[in-house]
């Protein structure tokens, strides 16, 4: 069975085509700067085609077109047809409290899609269109929307709740949603099938750190608390997001500013974090190489970064009443050793130790991190958002 993954941005459309029985990967491809000049194709698959190349896309429907074209082109011998795709599954970013597991895109699906824009106005629309133009130009395939926000959608009122005007979350949904769902929801099912302990009972940090960072408090394969709030904003300082801060800043900087010349959102989401606290760069690896060289700022911003890490993962414990296993995933979670190092070593209290020799050799594979007489397992598991998307619209349909 071939399943089509798709993740559809503001100017890009990235997609996976998956054989589900084997969970591999028989084609893949971008296509960049969606209607702006100079846009770019990229694609691999298993007849050993490498494309990259100027194309024009003037809209997603040239995006998806060509997508199709090429991987119905009888030289590569991927497809004979469309209909040897069962499903697609679409990435949607935000399901507010509309979506708590994957859905089948219709109608009336879609309008609620829409009614989350006002929380994810970059992502959604563009999320939507992608879901359009395939029903469009692949009709009679079943399209399913995955939502980042779905899998978060388990926490009680007291995890998700803001301590503001009731009224803003009975007339506006103003609460926590949590992100990178699919990503947790991988790492923490892979963690189940790999610790020793699992089950109802089974208490799961999962950490997905990356450009954008977030954790997860996970019991028995529901998530009871995350760190990102109603936007990827909150939680854990990120590569250039400035995460959890006293929200007086917000009226402080924007008078600082003046109102009308900076935008606080903008600096905010773009200007902190360690890029903005190092002013170095938002990526590990420099700041790594800057602080090795005497860099302070740049070693107060990994520090930082560790300390957060450490006092949510603290308050995770408290709020699973203890922890089984933690997992580090995602860009940095799953190559940054250094930085694994020091969080557990923080965290040795606990009876909590780490394997060194394990730890430091471990890089973007499934491993378990953790010595053997440690009190909490620690794993390092690469996250999978679009095998991840691929299994849970096969799920949703009831393909398997
Ligand atoms: P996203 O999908 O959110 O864009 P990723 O999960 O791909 O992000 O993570 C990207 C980040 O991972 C980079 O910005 C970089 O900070 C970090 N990263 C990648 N490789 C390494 C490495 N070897 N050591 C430290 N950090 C790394």
Request: hydrophobic content about 35%.
């Amino acid at each position: 069975m071939k399943i089509l993954v798709i993740n559809s941005g503001s100017s890009s459309l990235k997609y996976q085509l998956f054989n589900y029985e084997e969970k591999t990967v028989i084609a893949k491809g971008l296509c960049e700067r969606i209607g702006i000049p100079n846009s770019n194709f990229k694609h691999e698959d298993a007849s050993g085609r490498d494309i990259n190349e100027g194309r024009s896309f003037e809209s997603h429907s040239d995006a998806v077109r060509t997508m199709i074209d090429t991987l119905l082109d009888p030289e590569a011998a991927i497809l004979e047809s469309l209909e040897d795709i069962a499903a697609v599954g679409h990435r949607i970013v935000h399901g507010g409290p509309y979506f708590s597991k994957p859905t089948v895109m219709t109608q009336s699906s879609k309008d609620a899609v829409r009614k989350c824009f006002p929380w994810s106005p970059l992502h959604n629309p563009a999320n939507l269109t992608g879901v359009e133009v395939c029903e469009k130009l692949m009709p009679g395939i079943p399209q399913v929307g995955v939502f980042d926000t779905a899998f978060h959608q388990t926490m009680p009122p007291k995890a998700y709740m803001y301590g503001l005007p009731y009224r803003y979350y009975e007339e506006h949904n103003v609460r926590r949603y949590g992100f990178h769902g699919t990503s947790h929801a991988y790492v923490a099912r892979r963690a189940a099938e790999m610790t020793k302990c699992g089950g109802d009972e089974h208490r799961l940090i999962t950490c997905h750190l990356g450009n954008g960072s977030s954790f997860a408090a996970i019991k028995g394969g529901k998530c009871v608390d995350t760190s990102m709030g109603l936007t990827p904003l909150e939680g854990i300082m990120m590569g250039t997001r400035c995460g959890s801060i006293d929200p007086a800043i917000v009226t402080f900087i924007a008078k600082l500013e003046g109102d009308e010349n900076k935008d606080v959102d903008y600096i905010m989401n773009n200007e902190s974090g360690v890029r903005g606290v190092s002013g170095v760069s938002s990526d590990f690896r420099d700041l790594h190489a800057a602080a090795s060289k005497g860099n302070e700022r740049a070693k107060l911003a990994l520090d930082m970064f560790c300390y957060q890490a450490v006092r949510i993962i603290g308050s995770y414990i408290a709020a699973l009443g203890g922890v089984d296993s933690i997992v580090f995933t995602a860009g940095i979670g799953e190559n940054d050793a250094a930085l694994r190092k020091v969080v557990c070593d923080d965290l040795n209290f606990l009876g909590l130790k780490i394997d060194e020799e394990i730890n430091a050799s471990t890089h973007g594979k499934e491993v378990k991190i953790s010595a053997d007489d440690s009190s909490v397992e620690v794993f390092v598991i690469p996250t999978n958002e679009e095998l991840s998307i691929a299994i849970q619209t096969v799920e949703v349909l009831g393909l398997a």
